[in-house]
C-alpha cells in the first residue's frame, strides 16, 4: 500500500523540538565486544522501543541525530555503532550477520523484548537481517533508502566511498535548518563546541576508517534477501527516497513489494536524505513507523 508523502518545506520548529539527545555510552554485549550506544527515553516507560541503526561508514548518531527528538515523543529510542563503525565492536572480520545479532544481545542487555528495528541504506539491510536471524525481537521494521541487494555498481560505489563528505560537509548541514538545530543539541549534549557543528560531524564521520568500510561493501555486495523477504510477517513500512542516484527507487520499491503488506512512504529526496534533507526525511520516518505501530500485535 503506497502512502504518498508530499514535501513539505517546514521550519525545524514546526516539528522538531529543541531538545537534548542524552549522551552516549559504550555498553559492553556479553561474548561479542563493547559499543556506542544512546537510549533516548520515551513519553512512558512503557513506551514502545525503536532500535536505529546507521548508514554505511557513519555512526548511530550521524545518520540519525535529526530524527531522534520526533521519535522520542512517542518512543523510546536507541541508536548504537554497528561493527567497525564508530565505536563499534572491532572484532576480526566484518559481518552483516554478527551486526544483526548484536541488535539482539543489546535488546538483552537493555531488558527490551521486542522492538521497531529502523534502518537507514545498510542499516536497512542489517535490519532486515534482525528478522532474518531473530524474528521474534523484532515488532515492526522500517526500512530507508536502502535495497534487497547491493549490485555495487561503479555509480554504488562511489557514492559509498564518498557519503560521508556528501552527507555532512559544512556547507551540506547549513542548507538543512533541522539537521543544523538537531546537530547543535547533540553537540550540546555530548559537550562539543556548538559552534563547531560541522567538525562534530565530519569527526564522527573519521571514526571509521576506509578499510572498514570497504569490507562492509564486501559484506553489501553479498547480501540478497529477496528469497526470503516474502515471510517477513512483521509490520513493514518502506521510505523510498524517489531522487536517490545511489539505490535507484525502482529499487527501493522493489523491496516494499517483495514484503507483504508493507507500507510505501515516497519523499522527493535523494540518498543523504537523513541529514541533508531532513525536513522531509524526519515526517516520513514518524509516519512511517506509525503506521508499523498501528500494525504491531
Same mark, same amino acid.
Given at each position: +500500500?503506497? #502512502?504518498?508523502?508530499p ?5 525545524? /520548529?514546526? &516539528?522538531?523540538?529543541f531538545v537534548?539527545?542524552?549522551p ?7 561474548? !561479542? ?8 527515553p520515551?513519553?512512558s516507560p ?15 548518531l550521524l545518520? @540519525?541525530f =535529526?530524527?531522534?527528538?520526533r521519535?522520542a515523543?512517542? &518512543? ?11 565505536q563499534?565492536i !572491532?572484532?576480526?572480520r566484518? /559481518?552483516? !550477520?554478527d551486526?544483526?545479532?548484536d ?8 531488558g527490551v523484548?521486542r522492538?521497531?528495528?529502523?534502518? &537507514? /541504506? +545498510? ?6 537481517r #534482525? @528478522? ?6 523484532v515488532?515492526?521494521?522500517?526500512l %530507508?533508502a536502502?535495497s ?7 555509480a554504488? !560505489? $562511489?557514492?559509498?566511498t564518498? +557519503?560521508?563528505v556528501? +552527507? ?5 548541514? %547549513?542548507r538543512?535548518?533541522? $539537521? *543544523?538545530?538537531?546537530?547543535r543539541?547533540?553537540?550540546? %549534549?555530548l559537550?562539543v ?6 567538525? @562534530? ?5 573519521r571514526s *571509521?576508517s =576506509?578499510? $572498514?568500510?570497504a569490507?562492509?561493501l ?6 540478497? /534477501?529477496r528469497?526470503?523477504?516474502?515471510r517477513?510477517?512483521?509490520p ?5 527516497? *524517489?531522487?536517490?542516484?545511489v539505490i535507484?527507487?525502482a529499487?527501493?520499491l ?5 514484503? =507483504? ?6 519523499i522527493?529526496a ?8 531532513a ?5 516520513? #520516518?514518524?509516519e512511517?513507523? %506509525?503506521?508499523?505501530?498501528a500494525?504491531v500485535?
Amino acid at each position: +500500500m503506497r #502512502v504518498p508523502h508530499p514535501r513539505h518545506l517546514l521550519t525545524s /520548529s514546526t &516539528y522538531m523540538p529543541f531538545v537534548q539527545v542524552p549522551p552516549g555510552r559504550v555498553v559492553e554485549l556479553p561474548g !561479542r565486544g563493547s559499543t556506542f550506544v544512546t537510549d533516548t527515553p520515551g513519553p512512558s516507560p512503557q513506551a514502545q522501543t525503536v532500535v536505529l541503526l546507521h548508514a554505511l561508514g557513519c555512526t548511530g548518531l550521524l545518520t @540519525w541525530f =535529526p530524527s531522534i527528538p520526533r521519535l522520542a515523543e512517542r &518512543y523510546r529510542v536507541v541508536t548504537l555503532d554497528q561493527r567497525w563503525h564508530g565505536q563499534g565492536i !572491532r572484532s576480526e572480520r566484518f /559481518s552483516l !550477520r554478527d551486526c544483526a545479532d548484536d541488535v539482539a544481545a543489546l535488546l538483552d542487555v537493555l531488558g527490551v523484548e521486542r522492538a521497531l528495528v529502523a534502518g &537507514y /541504506s +545498510m542499516g536497512g539491510v542489517v535490519a532486515q537481517r #534482525v @528478522w532474518r536471524q531473530q524474528p521474534d525481537r523484532v515488532a515492526g521494521l522500517v526500512l %530507508a533508502a536502502t535495497s534487497d541487494r547491493f549490485q555495487l555498481t561503479v555509480a554504488e !560505489r $562511489a557514492f559509498f566511498t564518498g +557519503m560521508g563528505v556528501s +552527507m555532512l560537509g559544512t556547507r551540506g548541514i %547549513a542548507r538543512s535548518r533541522v $539537521a *543544523t538545530r538537531a546537530a547543535r543539541s547533540t553537540a550540546r %549534549a555530548l559537550d562539543v563546541d556548538a559552534s563547531d557543528i560541522q567538525a @562534530w560531524a565530519l569527526r564522527e564521520f573519521r571514526s *571509521t576508517s =576506509p578499510w $572498514a568500510v570497504a569490507e562492509a561493501l564486501t559484506a553489501l555486495g553479498r547480501h540478497h /534477501s529477496r528469497p526470503w523477504l516474502g515471510r517477513v510477517d512483521a509490520p513493514t513500512a518502506v521510505v523510498v527516497t *524517489t531522487r536517490d542516484r545511489v539505490i535507484p527507487p525502482a529499487r527501493q520499491l522493489a523491496l516494499a513489494r517483495a514484503v =507483504p503488506g508493507a507500507t510505501v512512504h515516497d519523499i522527493e529526496a535523494g540518498h543523504a536524505a537523513c541529514v541533508l534533507e531532513a525536513e522531509v526525511f524526519v515526517p516520513a #520516518v514518524v509516519e512511517a513507523a %506509525a503506521t508499523v505501530t498501528a500494525r504491531v500485535r
